[in-house]
């Protein structure tokens, strides 16, 4: 058991290991993102600690015995759990390795003793469908071996937070088998910093969100200060908005004693713009990068230090509901009178009575549709920011914690409003309007009229626009079904296996050689179930295993995985596949159970095929476990290597009921383009003419066969490309789930003009 790990040792898949803060962080090191160093305290380490030091049970035996929902309870049940962990004697094995890390640390980074952050990272945190934000501590400028084993500690105990415990029962995690890593990293002694989105953090929408504010990001993250909020629109990286705010207060480290202090912005920095159109480029670029790396929206943090940028967090986006939650239309027959405005952070309008909370001890007063109003909400206020209908704050931009928490519970959400504690009364009438940020005097009927995002599916906005070019959705992780298929997706054109697999922890050979195969079967079924159920009747295409080696070696059972100088151009897809057959017929195996079941919407896609003895090599696996390609269940291929686009014909003549353009892949073999690599990834476009002369080749050829084309990778969710496919004829686009309506409305447009000259060439005629 390693009770330590280093970024440079880690992958995303990895949350098991290094809870979702350390597992990205491995991931952007490894992606070559500038990520100050550090390592994680494995989450294996924690277990370790409780119980060797025999406190689990005592632990586990408060937690059976409270009520979440009585605050005071729940606030007594957390002091006396974190009481036990802070008194246990850490165990000297692992305090030893602890030392040595940290001492490693500083032998790499080249001085002695330096300045770290020490932040938890639980297991079941920053997971999609799952991101309450700041539910365990984080502490800044530790210094020195003996600190840092102190504050590892606290971060500990900061997995029985009260809100932490609301958190987990809420989203129905066991406490017992939630653990907690600690992330151990070079502190950036930040000049500016703040938080972006990759999206738009409400509608989806592809504008890049930066908020900035003076030294460290404490300051945004926690909305201490209302920062400096700029729009970019993600495609031509034109700055679309500014706003600049005054900001009164910052982080900063004290020279002298060493540690995070809070201060007074200078005069002469409090209204002045804290990011330069550089530093905005720079910083947009980079979210570019992390977005395409992950293929999902993502949340990040920053910190820039003289004139480097450096990312410290990045998670996913959970936040994203593009029903505008009940956007208000304007009314000439109600008088509305404003009492204050602030910023729009969370979609819908509410109204009610106003409770003004000065401190967590007063959150009892907080009951089923009231207006919480404070200063700025922390995590402790969760559990009554549940029970409101709507939030109101003093501070904070779109990013902070009030606005992240209201949009995943899905109220409306007014933040940085400056005065909002002072001007409106306890038990006031108010209604809040969190599109536009603005709050009024008394009830206005549009709050009872319009529903909230509470009420309606997230990211349905309208009836959906019928087209006749089919438009499905990727889904990566069974837990974003729902909300992809709440986007009126006609199906699943691509339903990723690797999350599925390999965040079990074992290597899929492994469960084969010990005799486990029939778990992994199970586990397999379990997963796609989800999707096929929540799509049923429409079709949701499954791509088989392609990881590279890569990602196998961190996995129990990945020790002997080949290293691989290139693992994209290596061991991976159908290839290795058909190298271990034994994985391929346990996925063959549970798709068949599905199939009896009743599920007949499932269709098999094939990886990286370059030749057709591949293909039919595939099948040939799949009769055995008695599928039947063609006959009961469609059987297809990924187009995403210029050898399966020029032979085509030949996988045809095969027989193939549909493929689909992996353009992520066929981009970067087309055009001897590593995406991953910084030094060459502005060169490459889905957009460039060889690429886009092997789609349209595709598709014609495909369409003279009768054999369906579709697109899944990034290209699918990019307008203009989208536009040129649909003209060629390609019969369905699979778009990432915040880009399915954009998609939709693009293809229907496309559709209609292609109607119309045609209509026109015959009048011509």
Request: charged residues 30%; aromatic residues 6%.
């Amino acid at each position: 058991m390693k009770y330590v790990e280093f970024f440079e040792e880690l992958k995303k898949e990895d949350v098991d290991i290094a809870g979702g803060k350390g597992a990205n962080l491995g991931e952007l090191t490894q992606a070559g993102i500038p990520v100050p160093p550090g390592f994680v305290v494995t989450a294996k380490t924690y277990d370790k600690f409780i119980k060797e030091t025999g406190i689990f049970d005592e632990i586990m035996g408060i937690l059976d015995a409270i009520d979440v929902n009585n605050n005071k309870e729940l606030q007594e049940a957390s002091i006396k759990i974190k009481k036990i962990i802070l008194e246990a004697y850490v165990p000297d094995d692992i305090k030893t390795v602890i030392i040595e890390a940290y001492n490693a640390l500083c032998g790499r980074i080249g001085r002695e003793n330096v300045f770290v952050a020490i932040r938890s990272s639980a297991t079941a945190e920053d997971l999609p469908e799952a991101s309450f934000a700041g539910q365990q501590d984080t502490f800044l400028n530790i210094r020195g071996a003996e600190d840092v084993l102190e504050y590892v500690q606290k971060c500990w105990a900061s997995l029985f937070e009260s809100r932490a415990i609301f958190y987990r029962e809420e989203h129905n995690f066991d406490h017992s088998k939630v653990y907690i890593a600690v992330v151990v990293q070079e502190m950036v002694d930040a000049e500016k910093a703040g938080v972006m989105f990759t999206v738009h953090p409400s509608t989806g929408e592809e504008k890049i969100l930066i908020e900035g504010a003076w030294g460290l990001g404490e300051a945004v993250v926690s909305g201490t200060v209302t920062p400096d909020t700029y729009w970019i629109d993600k495609n031509t990286g034109e700055i679309l908005e500014s706003v600049i705010s005054e900001k009164n207060i910052m982080f900063t480290k004290d020279p002298e004693a060493g540690k995070t202090v809070k201060i007074n912005v200078p005069d002469n920095l409090k209204n002045k713009r804290v990011l330069s159109t550089a530093e905005i480029a720079a910083l947009t670029n980079m979210g570019k990068k992390i977005h395409n790396h992950y293929d999902s929206p993502q949340d990040t943090e920053w910190a820039i230090n003289n004139g480097k940028v450096f990312m410290l967090q990045s998670r996913p986006v959970t936040t994203i509901n593009m029903s505008n939650g009940g956007e208000a239309e304007e009314s000439v027959d109600e008088e509305r009178t404003m009492v204050t405005k602030g910023l729009g952070a969370s979609p819908g309008m509410a109204s009610g009575a106003v409770k003004i909370i000065s401190s967590i001890d007063e959150l009892d007063k907080i009951q089923e549709g009231d207006i919480l109003v404070t200063v700025m909400t922390t995590p402790d206020m969760v559990p009554a920011m549940k029970r409101a209908d709507g939030i109101i704050t003093d501070e904070g931009g779109v990013t902070c914690h009030a606005a992240i928490v209201s949009r995943e519970l899905e109220i409306p959400c007014v933040v940085g409003t400056g005065d909002a504690t002072k001007i409106l009364e306890e038990n006031e009438i108010v209604t809040l309007d969190g599109n536009k940020g603005t709050v009024y005097k008394g009830k206005l009927k549009e709050a009872d009229k319009k529903e909230t995002g509470k009420e309606q599916p997230a990211i349905m906005a309208q009836a959906p626009i019928l087209t006749v070019t089919e438009v499905k959705v990727n889904v990566s992780m069974p837990e974003a079904a729902k909300k992809a298929a709440a986007t009126g997706a006609d199906g699943v054109g691509l339903l990723r296996t690797e999350h599925m697999m390999l965040t079990s922890g074992v290597h899929p050979k492994k469960f084969i050689t010990d005799g486990n195969e029939d778990e992994l079967i199970k586990i397999l079924v379990e997963n796609i179930l989800k999707v096929v159920d929540e799509f049923y009747p429409k079709p949701v295409w499954y791509r088989t295993l392609d990881a590279p080696t890569d990602e196998f070696k961190t996995l129990d059972g990945g020790e002997d995985e080949p290293y691989e100088h290139n693992p994209m151009l290596g061991w991976r897809g159908i290839r290795r596949e058909l190298d271990e057959p034994e994985i391929l017929k346990a996925e063959f195996k549970a798709i068949k159970k599905l199939h009896e079941q009743g599920y007949t919407n499932i269709g098999i896609m094939i990886p990286l095929v370059q030749h057709p003895d591949e293909l039919r090599k595939a099948k040939q696996i799949a009769e055995e476990v008695g599928l039947k390609p063609h006959k009961t269940i469609d059987f297809g291929i990924m187009v995403e290597t210029p050898g399966a686009a020029l032979t085509i014909e030949d996988f045809i003549a095969e027989g193939v009921d549909f493929v689909s353009f992996g353009t992520n892949d066929l981009t970067q073999y087309t055009l001897a383009i590593d995406r991953n690599n910084e030094h060459v990834a502005d060169l490459y476009t889905e957009k460039h003419p060889a690429v886009l002369k092997l789609l349209v080749r595709v598709i014609k050829i495909c369409n003279e066969a009768g054999v369906k084309t579709s697109i899944c990778g990034q290209a699918g969710s990019m307008p203009e490309i989208v536009e040129k496919l649909v003209e060629a004829g390609i019969e369905s686009v699979s778009a990432n789930t915040d880009a399915v309506a954009t998609v939709r409305e693009v293809v229907a447009r496309v559709e209609k003009k292609l109607v119309l000259k045609a209509a026109r060439k015959r009048l011509q005629e």
